[in-house]
């Protein structure tokens, strides 16, 4: 360890400020590559016009440990707490992907500057392209919250920014956000407006009659009840604001507010999500209309279906008195499209067509869109894997599934372009000049990948691999650029360290492959194994001492002696499961897999906070731990079997906090690690020479030459971006870290 870093350890020991809570607030003007300070917190003023006002602080209704509490703007408390601790290494280097792409969720048109484009990525900031969507470069501050719901823009050009994604994940999580932000000048410079408990925004309007007033539909946390949810209106650019529909319980959000003259339209949507259960329906769903600027709400039924536990996610297009809604069942299942030519006064079912059932699939809670085009009210378009598209008011449809990718979130017209339309899915954004029905072309660079994985090879550098949300598993070799080498939702990958040829890749929940040429080749191992339950993200490692052994987490363990070919069930059920959700049957399984390097001793953790170890190679098993959150990975010491660190993730039980727990002796005893951690869930550790740990969490990475307690930040030039993985080689002192929006991190380590 060198002086310089030995006495950035000692100083911050004694620094009282590393351990005092920072004051939760975002900059009020900050430059975008400036925003290390913390200014005072604009007041969040709530006036809401009808039911409870908004909680003053969060719901506690999943607590993921006894005594544990949230605070109020956890998100925002996280990351000043991040900002506040000192850096240690030097400057983390972006090294792709940036032809790949990642989720879009929501585009907007520069009014003022023609061909300028925004667009908000799931969990990688907002970006502008001034080439008609050929390219986007960043435009928001990176040391704030990358999480992103909507953009919008008004007629001078003023761009607003709705934080935290409302689109539910199914295996996956998305990320709640800190409220709403303004920028007047394209992006340079930002100012919070308030909503900071409004989990996730999915939609921003602007009265187009008058710029001050905005509507913003607040879906709010997925994981704890209360806060700001529902309508809200600003009559003064966002300075205060009042609610003006409220939900019929505490998990009902909005999805959708439409401005339309006096009339106003809004969806609600109940949706909540624990570990083990998703409801994504209920009572409080429905569209709603106002017919006085908001005074006043009445519940839509008139043949739409109306209330029910049933009601799931609801996507609503306006246009004059043309509306349609596309209905989505509670367990994600297609309902029905309805048409209404009077305001939403009547609703027809149109006919029954089985590309709209299809274009759902089962998770229709991922959508949620209709678009009519502006120039032709029959010609509308509908979110779903497919874009589904109707000319006829939705009496037939085609759908189209190839000529750009699938799991479509966002749309928007140019109207200075006649036929042009943008385009936002998993994929990234794609443009088309002929109104949305064909003909498109894809962003050329758009460096917003969501990763879940890397995979790195001390015998060449130039090699990284991963899984990727929605596109794959990817590797940096076999073309000019970062290609795709499996389909799916990609997951774990692996390269053999003896072997750069020998690779394993997966898509969720534990479909593996393995090829020995690279990835050009692949064959499907996973029918091998023992399973009844898979996580999203099935755990598939190598043995320390020989990569030919490799282990597999279902339930139970897997143990392979002959490189993936065949395999062997090595424990009974090392899980609590199944939950109790008929949907999601794959709650109960193994998360984390850790061998140790005397060839008989696994360490294993559960998403159910399990901890098992086995001495004997699966012989006899010994539970460690149970009770905590779910465990995202165990690390054992390669050289001391003995030695060994859990992390663990409390997000989809509704806690931000942080999980590090060391033991020196097998797991007998624990010692809680986490020490000054921001209040940010840990998701990776990698230990390195003379026991210096990096952790990966969902405030970035972290790292601690004292064997946890104290930490410090790592590195410079990384955005505030989860971090769900990271790699270390030791020979070449390289970490590699797979951020969950903004694509692959390299770092020299210290």
């Known amino acids: 360890m060198g002086r310089g870093l030995l006495s950035l350890v000692l100083t911050a020991v004694t620094g009282a400020a590393l351990l005092a809570a920072p004051q939760d607030a ?20 709530y006036r809401p016009v009808r039911g409870p006002a908004a909680p003053a602080e969060y719901r506690y209704l999943q607590k993921t440990l006894p005594g544990e509490s949230i605070p109020r703007h956890a998100h925002d408390l996280a990351a000043a707490q991040a900002r506040e601790l000192p850096t240690a290494g030097g400057r ?29 990525a799931a969990s990688g900031g907002l970006w502008r392209s001034t080439d008609a969507g050929a390219t986007f470069h960043s435009v928001w501050p990176d040391s704030w919250t990358q999480a992103m719901g909507a953009v919008a823009t008004a007629p001078d050009g003023t761009l607003y920014v709705g934080t935290g994604e409302p689109n539910p994940g199914g295996g996956s999580i998305t990320y709640e956000g800190t409220g709403l932000y303004r920028s007047t000048d394209g992006g340079a410079h930002w100012k919070p407006l308030g909503l900071r408990d409004s989990g996730a925004i999915s939609a921003i309007t602007i009265d187009p009659a008058n710029p001050r007033r905005i509507y913003v539909a607040a879906a709010g946390s997925l994981y704890n009840g209360g806060g700001d949810r529902g309508v809200y209106r600003s009559e003064d ?16 959000g909005a999805t959708e507010i439409v401005v339309d003259g006096d009339r106003l339209y809004a969806v609600l949507w109940d949706h909540r999500r624990r570990p083990d259960l998703r409801t994504y329906g209920g009572v409080g769903s429905g569209v709603f209309r106002s017919t006085d600027g908001g005074e006043s709400w009445q519940r839509l039924g008139g043949g739409l279906p109306a209330q029910g536990p049933d009601v799931g996610r609801i996507g609503l297009g306006v246009a004059g008195d043309r509306l349609y809604a596309i209905v989505n069942k509670s367990n994600g299942s297609f309902e029905g499209f309805y048409a209404s030519t009077d305001g939403g006064n009547s609703w027809n079912r149109t006919p029954a067509n089985q590309a709209l059932t299809d274009s759902q699939s089962t998770f229709g809670w991922w959508f949620g869109k209709v678009w009519i085009d502006p120039r032709d009210t029959e010609h509308v378009h509908v979110a779903g894997v497919a874009l589904l598209t109707t000319k006829d008011g939705g009496d037939t449809w085609s759908a189209d599934d190839t000529s750009m990718h699938v799991d479509h979130h966002a749309m928007v017209w140019d109207p200075r372009r006649p036929g042009r339309v943008y385009l936002g899915n998993d994929g990234g954004v794609y443009r088309s000049d002929s109104g949305g029905d064909g003909g498109w072309v894809k962003s050329r660079h758009q460096p917003y990948t969501q990763l879940y994985s890397a995979a790195i090879s001390p015998q060449d550098v130039s090699r990284i691999s991963g899984g990727a949300q929605d596109n794959g598993s990817l590797r940096s070799w076999g073309g000019e650029k970062f290609n795709e080498y499996l389909g799916g939702d990609g997951e774990e990958n692996l390269i053999n360290p003896t072997d750069v040829d020998n690779v394993f890749a997966c898509y969720q929940y534990g479909n593996c492959f393995r090829s020995t040429d690279g990835g050009d080749t ?52 090392l899980s609590g499961g199944p939950g109790p959700d008929p949907l999601y049957t794959n709650f109960g399984t193994i998360t984390s ?72 002796d097998g797991g007998r005893h624990w010692r809680n690690l986490s ?31 004292t064997g946890g307690g104290l930490w410090l930040r790592l590195g410079r030039g990384m955005p505030q971006v989860p971090v769900d993985d990271i790699e270390y080689d030791a020979e070449h002192r390289r970490l590699v870290a797979a951020t969950f929006g903004r694509g692959f991190y390299e770092l020299t380590a210290p």
Do not use: M
């Not at 966002?238 to 009902?252: D, P, V, Y």
């Not at 598939?540 to 062997?568: A, H, M």
């Not at 840990?682 to 969902?698: E, P, S």
């Open 675 to 705: 020490g000054n951690l921001p209040a940010a869930p840990v998701n990776d550790l990698a230990v390195a020479r003379g026991g210096l740990l990096y952790l990966a969490t969902d405030q970035g990475v972290f790292t601690s030459v």
């Open 593 to 664: 897999i850790a061998p140790a390097g005397d060839g008989r001793t696994v360490y294993v953790g559960t998403d159910d906070g399990r901890v098992w170890v086995t001495k004997d190679l699966g012989a006899t098993w010994t539970k460690l731990a149970e009770g905590r959150p779910w465990v995202t990975r165990v690390v054992v010491d390669p050289k001391n079997p003995e030695r060994v660190w859990t992390t663990h993730s409390g997000y989809r039980s509704g806690s931000p906090l942080p999980h590090v727990y060391g033991s020196t």
């Open 92 to 120: 983390w280097k972006a090294v792709g992907p940036t032809n790949i792409g990642g989720r879009v969720v929501s585009l907007a048109l520069d009014p003022q500057r023609a061909d300028t484009l925004y667009a908000a």
């Open 522 to 573: 692949l064959t499907y191992f996973a029918d091998a194994t023992a399973y009844l339950r898979r996580n999203w993200f099935t755990p598939v490692v190598f043995d320390p001492r020989d990569p030919k052994v490799l282990y597999y987490g279902s339930e139970v363990l897997n143990r392979s002696t002959d490189g993936g070919v065949t395999w062997q069930p090595i424990s009974p059920d």
């Open 26 to 45: 975002a900059p009020q003007d900050a430059a975008v590559p400036a925003a290390a300070t913390t200014p005072p917190t604009p007041p969040d003023v």
């Open 237 to 252: 650019g966002g300075a205060t604001w009042e609610r003006i529909l409220a939900g019929a319980n505490e998990f009902t």
